[in-house]
């Protein structure tokens, strides 16, 4: 009642400011500190719960960064929540409370704040959380719808875009209190999640084409601003990297595990796919009080979200994880890999005859008769 | 290694690892030939024999099967570059318009080694290489490379398991992500900076994957080993280094990646071997 009242209000925001340290000071829920831990990994949760709502605690600091995007060794100013790049996966239950206490440590050469889609008011805590170099602050917003959605750092004007495309985005995840369910209403569970951030990069070239290094961000981005309105990425990269979930960093799973992948995009379209799987559930939109879809090829994650699928490998091999335009996938960096052991299902697939020399093609007149008549 | 014994080997189209019969050993084994004008730094590896996996893919029995090993013998000297071909020297191929220009971000340098080249780009370069000095260089094929390579050279078959693809499939995976280390990322390093085999090779399995002639080939054995018949795609050529790969000869990137599941060489370079120019006169050249 009161929240509503106050939003018709015509000074929404400030009455905002005003009433938040008051319901601070009410909430009387117990506390959770949690430790956020880096992409593609996703801090110990609960997928159902029993416990009654809480105040989840969490802390991030903002770090400004020179990174490396390409195995050609690509230098990259970026700018990071929590030094990742997308920043960690923070998940609560649906009626918790996420407190973030968020750094902006005086290293940093500029202002930054936050940007959540999973919160209501204030440009999803965007107006509260403005902070200079040196400065931090605390904000505390409701989960009071489940699903996976993006957060970004949204400063002003091309600062936002700017800012994203440096790095800044990450993902909150909001649980359903009883956990996923199907269309059917039947429990989902997962045995691993996995989250998995995608960013479109623009790194300016000199005149003989080679990408530029910039010593501090502020010095990269005039360039960056004009290569940006060109909408045309030069890398299209998962976890901040080329192959930064290949090889060493594969992702793992086991025949008969449900994995839960988590794929969010703050910028630009992206459409996963599993090479050689499926989608068995998945939330396109990223919102779980949907129904999923199911048996998905490709799915679609809207540049500004985050999607979630789940499936239970069948087979064992390697998987590529790409974003199905496959320029960005294999020219620009959009790929990732799935390790997945077991044992080798026949039924599913066989390689009947292995290759071989084309039999000499036999003529239609010359057919000799092996029917008998 | 159990198949080596009893496996009938067919060399087929080796091209010049045949042994020619026309040399004899050089006596107190390697020897570095001093480079002159035009001339690159050639190592004459004595005659020899190498332990060698037959490259391309086979089958036994009408089942996937590992490929044999064999032995190679060198039965006569092998001439074959020091070094990686350098930025700088195949920039010379380009300034006479006959090889085709290096990407940008390749550092054109005397002691950087080209990379961004495909067999068509090394194989031009070989030919005009062989016209500048009138000597008659190649590529080397893949059984003179592993010779070469002597200790780097890694066989690196894998047991095929004929119910069960995937676990050779997560083992090579396995083993290609432990070969990429921090070190051997794509950047190029200075000519020399893998250091050099016993044979005095400079940087063989660095991080610059080296082009050979040796064509893709898929032979079917029979049961006891003996080839049935074989398809040969030359559209393919088997590239060495840190592992074996084979790459379509116009790619002159192999690292995109991603998607195949597989790490891909880092970079695609070459070195050259010289023919006896004894060789060139039978041929009328």
């Not at chain 1, 050609?72 to 990071?80: D, L, N, R, Y």
């Not at chain 1, 993006?150 to 956990?179: D, K, Q, T």
């Not at chain 1, 789940?310 to 620009?332: C, S, W």
């Not at chain 2, 087929?12 to 004008?37: C, E």
Request: charged fraction near 20%; aromatic fraction near 8%; proline fraction near 6%.
């Amino acid at each position: 009642m009161l929240t509503r009242r106050t939003a018709m209000m015509g000074a929404a925001l400030a009455a905002l400011i005003l009433a938040t340290p008051t319901l601070a000071q009410e909430l009387n829920l117990s506390r959770q500190k949690v430790e956020l831990v880096a992409p593609p990994f996703v801090h110990p949760h609960e997928q159902a719960t029993k416990q009654a709502a809480k105040i989840i605690e969490f802390r991030m600091e903002i770090e400004e960064k020179e990174i490396v995007i390409d195995e050609q060794g690509t230098k990259f100013q970026a700018m990071t929540f929590n030094g990742s790049m997308p920043g960690p996966l923070m998940v609560v239950h649906q009626g918790d409370y996420v407190e973030l206490t968020l750094v902006n440590p005086e290293t940093n050469t500029m202002p930054h704040n936050i940007d959540f889609h999973s919160a209501t008011g204030a440009l999803g805590g965007g107006a509260l959380t403005l902070i200079n170099p040196g400065e931090q602050v605390v904000l505390r917003w409701k989960a009071d719808r489940t699903g996976t959605f993006v957060y970004h750092c949204a400063p002003e004007g091309s600062m936002i875009p700017w800012h994203v495309v440096s790095g800044m985005h990450g993902a909150v995840m909001v649980l359903p209190r009883e956990g996923l369910k199907d269309g059917a209403g039947k429990a989902l569970r997962y045995d691993r999640i996995y989250y998995i951030g995608e960013h479109d990069l623009y790194v300016p070239r000199d005149e003989h084409g080679k990408y530029k290094r910039y010593e501090t961000p502020g010095e990269a981005y005039a360039d960056t601003m004009e290569l940006m309105r060109k909408l045309i990425p030069t890398h299209v990269v998962f976890n901040g990297k080329v192959g930064a979930l290949t090889g060493k960093n594969a992702m793992t799973a086991n025949v008969g595990e449900t994995v839960l992948i988590v794929h969010s995009q703050a910028n630009r379209d992206s459409r996963p796919h599993l090479i050689g799987g499926h989608g068995d559930h998945v939330w396109e939109t990223g919102k779980f009080a949907n129904r999923p879809e199911v048996d998905l090829e490709t799915w679609f994650i809207r540049g500004g979200s985050a999607g979630a699928a789940l499936y239970t490998f069948k087979q064992p091999g390697i998987y590529a994880y790409v974003n199905h335009n496959l320029i960005e996938a294999i020219e620009l960096g959009a790929a990732a890999h799935f390790k997945v052991e077991g044992k080798w299902n026949d039924d599913l697939m066989k390689q009947v005859k292995p290759p071989e020399a084309i039999p000499p093609k036999v003529q239609g007149a010359l057919q000799p008769k092996t029917q008998p008549n | 290694m159990l198949f080596a014994a009893n496996f009938k080997i067919v060399l087929m189209a080796a091209g010049f690892a045949v042994p020619l019969a026309m040399t004899s050993a050089v006596p107190g084994g390697n020897r570095d030939i001093a480079a002159f004008k035009d001339q690159p730094a050639l190592i004459e590896l004595a005659t020899g024999s190498v332990l060698y996996r037959v490259a391309g893919d086979f089958t036994r029995n009408g089942k996937p099967a590992q490929a044999p090993l064999a032995t190679i013998r060198m039965t006569r000297p092998l001439a074959i570059m020091k070094h990686q071909v350098s930025s700088a020297d195949y920039q010379r191929c380009v300034a006479e318009n006959v090889c085709r220009t290096l990407p940008p971000d390749v550092a054109v340098a005397a002691d950087r080694p080209a990379v961004m080249v495909s067999w068509r780009d090394a194989d031009a370069y070989a030919a005009w290489l062989s016209r500048k000095t009138g000597e008659p260089y190649r590529l080397p094929t893949d059984e003179e490379w592993a010779y070469a390579a002597g200790s780097r050279y890694r066989d690196d078959s894998l047991p095929v398991d004929g119910n069960d693809p995937s676990k050779g499939w997560l083992a090579r995976y396995a083993r290609e992500s432990s070969l990429k280390s921090e070190e051997i990322d794509s950047k190029p390093r200075p000519l020399g900076a893998f250091g050099a085999n016993e044979n005095g090779l400079l940087d063989v399995a660095g991080n610059v994957w080296e082009w050979t002639n040796t064509c893709f080939v898929r032979t079917a054995l029979d049961e006891s080993g003996n080839a049935l018949n074989s398809t040969a795609n030359c559209g393919v050529r088997v590239v060495e280094g840190q592992h074996r790969a084979y790459v379509t000869d116009f790619i002159r990137d192999a690292r995109a990646g991603g998607c195949a599941a597989g790490i891909p060489p880092s970079n695609l370079g070459f070195r050259l071997v010289r023919e006896p120019k004894l060789l060139m006169r039978w041929f009328g050249l």
